[in-house]
């Protein structure tokens, strides 16, 4: 079966569907690493922040988590910064399949409000609800700045960039 595109799964509809003993098959989500580089206190923090109420797949969170991990590791070395993913797909995403394509008409004449079996996860995220973190150095801002720039891209809302100077460093 065709992968649906995102914008169907974005908005934020009804509670939340978490509880995953009283459902069989949720496939495991495929963000599976959510920390890189060596954890200690660095003179910056940058944060990529939500500026929109949306759910985030687990395949998006995914790919922003290599695209961010893969720029820092490059410009500034695999120890030189700490990079954190905040949100965890705990939401599990039903879809009902149905056949698509000339003369499904005749062949998909099921439910029309079916429950829906899981097809994936998704992070529900918030306005000001911050989404990756990355601790660097002054010289290495610049660096975090655009591996947040790239991963902004790869989110399914708007996003900004936020620098914050650490006290006592």
Not at 80 to 97: D, I, S, W
Not at 115 to 123: D, E, M, R
Request: charged share 25%; proline share 5%; aromatic share 8%.
């Amino acid at each position: 079966m065709v992968r649906k595109p995102a914008r169907m799964y974005r908005s934020i509809t009804g509670p939340a569907y978490t509880r995953r003993k009283f459902m069989g098959g949720v496939p495991q989500p495929k963000i599976t690493i959510f920390e890189h580089g060596l954890k200690k206190e660095r003179s910056h923090k940058v944060f990529l922040v939500a500026e929109e109420e949306v759910q985030i797949t687990h395949s998006a969170l995914e790919s922003t988590r290599i695209t961010v991990n893969k720029y820092l590791a490059e410009a500034c070395g695999s120890q030189n910064y700490y990079m954190r993913v905040r949100p965890y797909p705990h939401h599990v995403l039903r879809e009902h399949r149905q056949a698509v394509g000339a003369g499904a008409d005749r062949v998909s004449q099921g439910m029309r409000h079916a429950f829906g079996i899981p097809v994936g996860t998704a992070a529900r995220v918030y306005p000001n609800q911050i989404i990756m973190e990355a601790w660097v150095d002054e010289e290495k801002v610049i660096a975090a700045k655009e591996a947040f720039r790239r991963a902004k891209i790869k989110m399914p809302m708007k996003c900004k960039i936020v620098v914050q100077k650490m006290d006592g460093i």
